[in-house]
């Protein structure tokens, strides 16, 4: 819920505080690090956006030290204005740099130049929270229909809630992220609600103990507030205030907002869903309005069995006629439920549990339904059926239905109600910022020469929405620190494995450097290929992601410099490996999404709907996005040094390759193999 103050507001600073200059200076001083150009210079420009009201981008490179930059003028307006600023992440683990490392630091550094402690509070959705009341004898959740006839299932169910309810007694928070080892989302469903399923803390019997009311009162209290973009989108979303009021939104990488907030608004409509509905609300209405529903959900999970998973184009008929029997059957469950009634805590709450499920097994069906009301041009969302039967847990077929763009959305809900400061070490794509405001709903900026092969639709409208985007640049000199190599000899990648001729250039290029090789792959099947093919063909240690845990896989290839790393997407932005044991980055492939799908590929044909081109908007700017993170990989620390590899030789001769090279750390280039190969023996002898 966001303070009624309209983006634009000026605000002033007490001239009692010290200057944003001094309280950088102070908090540098803190954590024993030294004043960057580019940490200033972005430092600067978050307070005059935060003062003017002004929406602000900040690219950031690694090493700029860019949350002191925005966490010190964000602190100074919080204690100035007596108001509160909240920080949205992508990530847990920056979630957790921030409260549990810079935070503290920064609040301790600035109690005596503030003459009071800042204060700090993270917040998470309710579900993240045990809820007492379900502990202490709530209704239960329905588990899935597999689970009902596996008795070891039942058994293993029985044993995490067992945990659970030891645990509570020893939890201050009842943060799920601090049970460790965890528990299977099953058991954790045992003892979580949602916000809509919540009695609410005046109604609970056990409200005054609640941990997400807690959570939710520090928040309040706090002068920063560290979120996620899913909470934050949450917050957007529903018509119920989730986040305490605030004036400004810090979003960090913002590079993954759009993706974030996408997923929160994509809605789901399965067989399962509708059985468990109907199971819920079974003991509180008429039996025969629950059985018609579950009528409808067998016969959804019949129709599902024969239709192709993939996008859908048109709905067929059948399949058209069973939602609407679904849509309806929920809408009449919903009408026999009524206005709440009684004082009793439990039925309440299981009335709250059938509502909960019923109208977002009704509301899935509205939308599934009148996606395909409208043409290419103007529609709103994209449907698809997926189901996995290949792996180990198979999921039976679902629909699926997403927002085909999320810029409307963010455009009213986020810049329309708060001054927004968006950044990331990867925000410029193709040289320009613009690739990505268009997906945040803000009017492009460039307005000059774009680089050939820029990605481009039409623009959105300027209006009274302004804002500013700056580069701050990075401290690593990047075109002496590392090079970019693509392998222009290498024919265009193919779409049955890798290439022989691909698996011996990464052979070559992995033995002169000697190991120290984290190799980012398009996908699971060719991170495993590679990694099989090189254990046949070389001496060195080869991990692969899905041997172990992701974590223990990074810590062993930290640790151990004669070793490589293989895997796919969580690896392109989620290491972060200093030193000697990295000095070759390599790339198999330029990766744009599958061409199957769902999401992508109707964002593209939309694109092109409206005359722009779709495949450099969404494929092009995703690639761009996918291997500027990659290469972000290389450099770490001050003294990093090596060779980001790209074997596809597309990004040196497609017309393309020009946007997407602009959009990668301005490396020095070269498409010699031998001249690679004998700087990446220098870097190995010498660490040696």
């Known amino acids: 819920m966001a303070l009624s103050v309209h983006p634009g507001t000026v605000f002033a600073v007490p001239d009692t ?39 602000l981008a900040v690219q950031a490179g ?98 995490e809630v067992t945990r659970l309810r030891e645990w509570v007694s020893d939890t201050e928070t009842g943060d799920r992220d601090e049970l460790v080892p965890g528990v299977s989302e099953q058991a954790w469903r045992q003892v979580s609600v949602s916000a809509r399923e919540c009695l609410g803390a005046s109604k609970c019997p056990m409200g005054t103990d609640c941990f997400a009311e807690k959570a939710r009162a520090e928040a309040g209290r706090a002068d920063i507030v560290v979120t996620n973009h899913a909470l934050l989108a949450i917050d957007a979303l529903q018509g119920y205030q989730v986040l305490p009021e605030h004036d400004v939104v810090i979003v960090d990488e913002a590079h993954d907002l759009v993706d974030r907030v996408t997923s929160v608004a994509t809605g789901e409509l399965s067989a399962a869903m509708v059985s468990i509905a109907s199971r819920r609300v079974g003991r509180l209405v008429e039996e025969d309005r629950a059985d018609r529903l579950n009528e409808c959900g067998d016969g959804l999970a019949m129709l599902l069995e024969d239709v192709p998973t993939g996008r859908l184009d048109t709905i067929p008929e059948p399949l058209r006629v069973t939602i609407t029997a679904i849509r309806d059957a929920a809408h009449h469950c919903v009408s026999s439920l009524g206005p709440e009634r009684g004082a009793d805590a439990d039925v309440v709450a299981a009335r709250k549990l059938a509502m909960s499920l019923l109208e977002e097994v009704h509301d899935n069906a509205v939308r599934v339904l009148e996606a395909f ?55 410029t794509l193709g040289g320009s910022f613009d690739a990505l405001a268009r997906q945040w709903g803000l009017p492009g900026q460039s307005a000059g020469e774009k680089v050939d092969g820029m990605a481009s639709e039409k623009e959105v409208a300027p209006d009274s929405i302004r804002w500013t985007g700056i580069d701050v640049g990075s401290p690593f000199d990047h075109a002496k620190s590392g090079i970019l190599y693509t392998a222009r000899h290498l024919p265009p990648p193919g779409r049955d494995g890798l290439p022989e001729a691909y698996l011996a250039e990464l052979k070559s290029l992995v033995e002169a450097a000697g190991g120290r090789t984290l190799g980012l792959f398009s996908s699971m099947r060719a991170a495993k290929n590679a990694a099989a093919e090189l254990r046949e063909r070389t001496d060195v240690e080869i991990l692969c992601q899905g041997d172990d845990s992701t974590s223990l896989l990074v810590k062993k290839f930290a640790e151990n410099p004669q070793t490589c790393l293989f895997g796919t997407l969580s690896l392109w932005q989620g290491v972060d490996v200093p030193g000697p044991s990295l000095s070759l980055v390599v790339m198999d492939r330029i990766p744009f999404p599958r061409p199957d799908d769902p999401l992508a590929s109707a964002r593209q044909r939309a694109v092109e709907a409206r005359g722009g081109n779709g495949f450099l908007s969404v494929a092009a700017t995703h690639a761009a996005l996918l291997l500027a993170q990659g290469a972000g990989r290389l450099l770490r620390s001050m003294d990093d040094r090596g060779v980001v590899a790209i074997l596809d030789p597309r990004l040196a001769t497609a017309r393309y390759g020009g946007f997407l090279r602009a959009s990668l750390p301005p490396f020095w280039p070269t498409t010699d193999a031998e001249v690679v190969r004998a700087a990446l023996r220098r870097l190995d002898d010498a660490a040696n």
């Open 17 to 55: 505080l010290p200057s944003l200059r001094e309280l950088l200076a102070t908090a540098v001083t803190a954590v024993g690090g030294a004043e960057r150009p580019g940490q200033v210079e972005m430092a600067e420009a978050v307070d005059a956006s935060i003062r003017t009201g002004d929406h």
């Open 373 to 427: 009301d409208t043409d290419d041009a103007h529609r709103r969302d994209v449907v698809w059926i997926t189901g996995d039967y290949g792996s180990n847990t198979p999921r039976p077929p679902t629909l699926k239905v997403a927002p085909l763009g999320v810029a409307g959305l963010l455009r009213e809900k986020l810049f329309g109600e708060n001054t927004t400061i968006l950044t990331s070490a990867t925000l």
């Open 62 to 159: 690694t090493g700029t030290g860019k949350s002191l930059a925005y966490l010190v003028p964000a602190v100074r307006h919080a204690v100035a204005n007596g108001s509160t600023v909240v920080i949205s992440t992508a990530t847990i683990a920056l979630q957790r740099q921030l409260v549990d490392r810079d935070l503290p630091r920064l609040a301790k550094a600035l109690a005596k130049p503030l003459k009071r402690t800042p204060t700090f509070a993270i917040l998470k959705g309710r579900r993240n929270y045990l809820c007492l009341h379900r502990l202490d004898g709530g209704p239960q959740d329905e588990p899935e229909d597999q689970a009902l006839f596996d008795p070891f299932a039942i058994s293993r169910l029985g044993r």
